[in-house]
């Protein structure tokens, strides 16, 4: 079945601990997506890339990093950097610009808990 | 600044009846609408979307109207089934650009 997995579904921090949330899709988009969802909130943008070896900063980028060097993987990590990362993160691709009617796919999404 | 504004937290529907979710925007840049419905512990699914050169598009059960003029939209689900019960969220793009910009979401309970 074609789609976007990440692992873990569930993830606890110590503070002051990096953390890496794992995103594979093969869909075979080019683009890719890091969402933060926080309780009444809407999804907030945190880096997306377009095509690999490229990604840019969203609206909330601070603390996070990610990388590309792969099509079909997109790992995020949270970086002891950013003040409050307990919240559930959702991955998601999407065709290339081109295509691009703004539909995006999304994972199962992770919550990462920091202790 | 919101730019993409749910004003309704939740919403309860009878069984069989409609439900509208309501949707406002503000930035007239914005060229392109979603709606996804998501399942607590899940992520999003697409739901149905409608370009700014159309005023309504439809889809089984889901139609959405947009009024461009009003900057806003909104989804109405007829007849609403218990299955329908989730959060809902607007989204909307720009010309060009590959960011969504998302609503807080209205979760809809639907009552058997």
């Known amino acids: 079945d074609g789609g976007i997995t990440q692992s873990p579904k569930y993830l606890f921090r110590k503070e002051g601990q990096n953390v890496t949330l794992s995103c594979e899709q093969n869909?075979?988009?080019?683009?890719m997506y890091w969402y933060r969802q926080d309780p009444g909130q809407g999804l907030r943008l945190i880096y997306y890339?377009?095509?690999?070896?490229?990604?840019q900063k969203g609206d909330i980028a601070e603390g996070y990093s990610v990388s590309r060097e792969k099509k079909e993987s997109f790992p995020l990590t949270v970086t002891s950097a950013q003040k409050n990362p307990t919240a559930f993160y959702l991955c998601?691709?999407?065709?290339?610009?081109?295509?691009?009617?703004?539909?995006?796919?999304f994972g199962e999404g992770s919550r990462l808990t920091v202790l | 600044d919101q730019q993409v504004k749910q004003n309704s937290p939740s919403l309860s529907v009878q069984e069989g009846r409609i439900s509208i979710l309501n949707c406002d925007y503000t930035?007239?840049?914005?060229?392109?609408f979603l709606w996804y419905k998501k399942y607590p512990a899940e992520g999003p699914t697409f739901l149905i979307s409608?370009?700014?050169?159309?005023d309504k598009n439809e889809d089984g059960r889901f139609t959405v109207f947009l009024n461009k003029s009003a900057k806003h939209l909104s989804l109405h689900i007829v007849p609403s089934q218990p299955g329908d019960s989730a959060v809902y969220f607007c989204?909307?793009?720009?010309?060009?650009?590959?960011?969504?910009?998302f609503g807080k979401g209205t979760k809809l309970s639907v009552i058997p």
């Open positions: 998601a691709s999407s065709r290339a610009f081109s295509g691009n009617t703004g539909e995006l796919f």
């Open positions: 869909l075979n988009h080019d683009a």
């Open positions: 890339s377009q095509i690999v070896n490229d990604f």
């Open positions: 930035n007239s840049m914005f060229d392109y």
């Open positions: 409608i370009s700014s050169i159309k």
């Open positions: 989204a909307a793009k720009g010309a060009g650009s590959y960011q969504l910009t």
